[in-house]
């Protein structure tokens, strides 16, 4: 089936530090590739997504580049803000067979920035 | 303007008890989900319905049993509550069929603690 793997958490860093946060999936045929963010206390907000093969989805800052090749979407900001600190979720969805539109997560990685 | 509503946001009660949550959305969508999130932060699908017929559901107890009066609304019944059903539930919605583009909305969450 289908699954999708994050990099373990927790990841700490300083204000303006690069972040990477590495996801990795399988699926058969062509997913679609979602960045959900939870901040403390909410629910899931969509952060940016990728529908096809070499989409590069961005917003706030963040961007990540839908690599079918490596079956990656890695998550990326240039210089993050203490605001930035929540969970990131990694997740798709499979158009294909009997899904019906359900999302596949990731495990969640715990961000937390320092000022 | 909330778009995915969901009641009550905290539900605190004992075992063998039965409760439900609601969840409504003034999206305009056809399809709404419920996925379940333990103390791990783990995000998994339990239901869908889509235009009020059940389409996905996964492997819950028949302890859980959801209803979808209409396409705006999804509640969640859960009978004889058991310690390992204290989580957090999520509500979610999206436009499948051709109006379709993947992003599912969250709500924010009920929080359920089974003591």
């Known amino acids: 089936g289908d699954s999708v793997t994050q990099m373990e958490g927790p990841v700490t860093l300083s204000e303006e530090a690069f972040l990477t946060i590495n996801c990795t999936y399988t699926a058969t045929g062509y997913p679609s590739l979602f960045w959900y963010v939870q901040y403390p206390g909410e629910g899931l907000q969509l952060l940016l997504k990728?529908?096809?093969?070499?989409d590069k989805g961005s917003n706030k800052g963040f961007e990540a580049t839908y690599r079918k090749e490596t079956t990656s979407f890695h998550l990326e900001k240039g210089s993050v803000q203490v605001s930035d600190s929540a969970v990131y979720f990694c997740a798709l969805i499979n158009a294909g067979g009997t899904s019906y539109g359900k999302l596949t997560f990731g495990q969640g990685t715990i961000l937390t920035v320092h000022p | 303007d909330t778009a995915v509503s969901q009641t009550p946001k905290y539900l605190v009660t004992q075992m063998g008890n039965d409760k439900s949550i609601k969840c409504e959305q003034n999206l305009g969508h056809d399809t709404m989900y419920w996925y379940k999130q333990d103390s791990k932060k783990f995000l998994k699908i339990m239901f869908s319905y889509n235009n009020k017929e059940l389409i996905i559901n996964e492997t819950v107890p028949n302890r859980f049993s959801p209803k979808s009066p209409d396409k705006a609304h999804l509640n969640l019944h859960i009978n004889s509550l058991e310690l390992g059903d204290s989580a957090v539930y999520f509500c979610?919605?999206?436009?499948?069929?051709?109006?379709?583009?993947?992003?599912?909305?969250f709500g924010p969450g009920t929080r359920l603690t089974v003591l």
């Open positions: 990728a529908t096809k093969a070499d």
């Open positions: 979610a919605s999206g436009a499948r069929g051709a109006t379709s583009t993947d992003t599912q909305y």
